[in-house]
């Protein structure tokens, strides 16, 4: 801040002069004996401006808005006391009253004081229940139970005093006393941390010793002595209430705490109720023990329902919510305590293969009774004391305690006692599906131990292995140190890429497609690319592995196609009409609802389905070919060529080469590049082409680099070539509308 500026409080500093003034006038003209006219329009004042100035608080938006309000009300009734006291000493006959009008006051501003206090608590601590006044108020009676024991007991002045006045101020003063110490336990635990409690803790005891001393008083004078000493306790709540306190979030209130308060007071009542049996029982000792016992018994009761809600919605946190099994949380929770105790044990990640298929083409409900049967099994298979979650989606966890001698051996069984168990299909919705698995596997060893973030770590490890089984397509794999990289690069590079494709990091270059027999580019392949922030421009190997891993790649998908598309609409309308070409993924091939939405980019484009094409690879088509199939007939039906790439390096048969609704072959660079130096690669070129034609196919052929192997593809009747020898992949303002041979690579 500026030193310039004006501190905070200055706005708000003649509110405080309007309290103070008035509460040194009231306390200095009570020290004679009688309160002058001046006197009592002093009190009138600072009742007025800390009205104002607490009226003030409660028009802010800010999380004390409740407790200032509290507080307020308790002024307004507490300065009603005070007045009514100043003017019962002015009034000849009244003198009797004495301070009874401010014991009275004292006593009603218990419930808005105590429930303010412990409301504004909640901001900062958790020791105490915002609505726990039901407790406060059984001490209050207990208090007011024992004080008539004592005074019945040990005379004095106070036993002359008829009820009508004694039960008042044994009221006001038990109810300062509670208020009193509620305060300085809050002050305790809060540890003297804010100087707003600290104002308001002087305030609070400036207030209450008033109270003390007026239910206390029997000589001339001391009610108005109480009177002012209340006057006076109120400047420190005023300096409180200018000072604007942090912002803070509520803290949840714990019902043991109250529980043991309400159990304590039960016990003192009953004490109390004992004695004055003992004793000669006065009426109002035995009624406020009594009230006190069934208040705090019920505070116990509520709290009893409080801790069972509690109970159940911990439980609940920590289970999911689908499958009953452990959730995400009580899952960590257990590897963090196995590591703390340096007990060995596995952990493995288990996901389901294919687990989308089911979703997509049984409905939610199916895939839901699907994981349920998958929960209830892995529950069944696993070894007694094996805790099986679910982590979200289709992936689980299984954490199983290890003897200290065989924590490799053991790990790789469970592995192999689940791909073993699950070989048995589900009775899902009619029909029987088998779940594959793909589990990834790490152990901590007896008495390792691992940093702070054990769980993070071991979880880590083996979403690693599962990935490498993923991509292996290994059943189950366990983490290796030598082989198995950390993920947290990987994940935290699908992170970014999801953020990415949202900002429209994602770009096309375009690779030309040319006629052999002319040179013309007639058409492109779409080739993504990511423009990294920081790491430049990242060639598709850098992350779509992990994209089609991690479920992003039906989204990146989109992005390439809508790109792709529009880029040949505006070829279209510069008269330049060339195919683009765009490869889908497997998670693209189990979409049924991708053809329709291809359909309704090209009409918004203005696109002819011709002018599109999109690739396959035979590996793709092989994951599951019946799905496959039914999607590229769909996308057949719009008129979209469909074509194959890489096509001989998978292991399609030609019966299903007869069957899909292919337009296009593209022959793998690995045939191109040996064309010129194998005779055996070339009879298969040769034939491939040859086939390709007999059945209307057009033969694309990738990986052309050179001169050389261009002239044979053309003598072998091949229809189009693609590689470094026309272009590399170029953003489409570098793409010329032929592609002259280049020289020799």
């Known amino acids: 801040m500026s030193s310039s500026a004006p501190p905070r409080w200055l706005p708000r500093a003649p509110l405080v002069a309007l309290v103070v003034v008035p509460a040194l006038a009231v306390a200095a003209t009570s020290a004679t004996g009688r309160l002058a006219p001046v006197g009592l329009g002093s009190a009138v004042l600072l009742l007025a401006a800390l009205g104002l100035l607490l009226g003030w608080r409660t028009t802010e938006d800010q999380p004390e808005r409740e407790m ?33 009008p401010l014991a009275v006051a004292t006593a009603l501003v218990f419930p808005p004081v105590y429930s303010g206090l412990l409301k504004w608590n909640r901001y900062s601590t958790s020791a105490a229940d915002p609505n726990d006044v039901l407790n406060g108020s059984a001490g209050v009676l207990v208090a007011v139970a024992i004080g008539n024991v004592l005074v019945d007991d040990l005379g004095g002045p106070l036993a002359a005093l008829p009820d009508w006045r004694l039960q008042p101020l044994l009221l006001a003063a038990a109810s300062a006393v509670v208020c009193l110490g509620t305060v300085w336990v809050m002050t305790i635990i809060a540890a003297l941390r804010s100087d707003v409690r600290m104002w308001l803790v002087a305030g609070a005891l400036t207030a209450v010793s008033g109270g003390v001393a007026l239910g206390l008083a029997t000589a001339d004078g001391a009610p108005l002595a109480a009177a002012a000493a209340v006057a006076v306790g109120l400047v420190p709540l005023a300096l409180a209430a200018v000072r604007q306190p942090p912002r803070s979030t509520p803290q949840p209130a714990d019902p043991a705490d109250s529980t ?53 919605s911990r439980r609940e946190a920590l289970t999911d919510e689908l499958t009953s099994l452990p959730n995400r949380r009580a899952v960590l929770r257990r590897i963090e305590h196995l590591c703390a105790t340096g007990t060995p044990f596995a952990l493995g990640l288990v996901d389901l293969d294919k687990f989308k298929e089911v979703n997509d083409g049984l409905g939610h409900a199916a895939g839901d009774d699907l994981l349920r049967m998958i929960a209830r099994r892995l529950e069944q298979t696993v070894p007694a004391g094996t805790l099986v979650g679910r982590l979200g989606g289709d992936e689980f966890a299984v954490i199983a305690p290890l003897t200290a001698t065989a924590t490799g051996e053991a790990s790789g069984r469970l592995g192999t006692g689940l791909v073993e168990r699950f070989a048995v299909p589900f009775q899902v919705a009619g029909l029987e599906l088998h779940a594959d698995l793909s589990i990834g596997l790490t152990v901590h060893e007896p008495g390792g131990h691992l940093p702070d973030g054990c769980a993070t770590l071991l979880l880590r490890r083996a979403d690693s292995a599962l990935y490498d089984a993923k991509r292996t397509g290994a059943s189950a794999v366990a983490w290796d140190a030598g082989r198995h990289v950390d993920t947290s690069g990987r994940l935290a590079l699908v992170e ?55 479920g992003l790649m039906g989204a990146l998908t989109e992005t390439v196609l809508v790109q792709a598309v529009t880029q040949a609409a505006a070829w279209r309308q510069e008269g330049r009409d060339l195919r683009v070409s765009v ?138 070539s693609q590689g470094y020898l026309h272009s590399r992949p170029v953003p489409a303002a570098a793409l010329t509308p032929a592609a002259p041979l280049l020289q020799p690579a």
């Open 496 to 550: 970014e890429l999801r953020a990415g494709m949202a900002r429209g990091e994602l770009v096309l270059h375009y690779q030309p497609q040319v006629a052999v027999r002319t040179g013309d580019v007639v058409g492109v392949e779409a080739l993504v690319r990511w423009q990294h922030p920081t790491r430049g421009l990242l060639p598709p190997a850098d992350f779509l592995p992990a994209a089609e891993l991690h």
């Open 260 to 312: 043991v308060g309400a159990v304590s007071i039960i016990a003192v009542a009953t004490l109390t109720l004992a004695v004055a049996a003992a004793t000669t029982p006065s009426w109002p000792a035995v009624v406020c023990a009594g009230l006190s016992a069934i208040a705090s018994s019920l505070r116990l009761l509520v709290n009893v329902r409080d801790l069972s809600e509690l109970a159940v």
């Open 68 to 100: 200032w309000a509290r507080l307020l009300l308790s002024g307004g009734l507490l300065g009603v006391g005070v007045l009514s006291t100043v003017a019962a000493s002015l009034v000849p006959g009244l003198e009797q009253v004495g301070g009874l």
């Open 583 to 720: 490869n889908l993924s497997v998670s693209n091939l189990l979409d049924r609802a991708l053809p329709g939405r291809v359909a309704e980019l090209l009409a918004a484009q203005g696109l002819p389905a011709s002018s599109l094409v999109l690739e396959v690879t035979e590996t793709v088509l092989m994951s599951d070919p019946e799905s496959s199939l039914a999607v590229l007939d769909a996308i057949a039906a719009l008129g979209i060529a469909v074509s194959i790439d890489d096509f001989g390096t998978g292991y399609a048969s030609l019966s299903y080469l007869r069957q899909l609704p292919v337009t296009e072959l593209k022959l793998d660079r690995s045939f191109t590049q040996d064309l010129l130096t194998d005779s055996r690669t070339d009879a298969i070129v040769s034939g491939t082409i040859d086939m390709a034609h007999r059945l209307g196919l057009r033969v694309v052929a990738e990986g052309v680099e050179q001169l050389a192997t261009l002239q044979r593809l053309e003598a072998l009747g091949c229809d189009e």
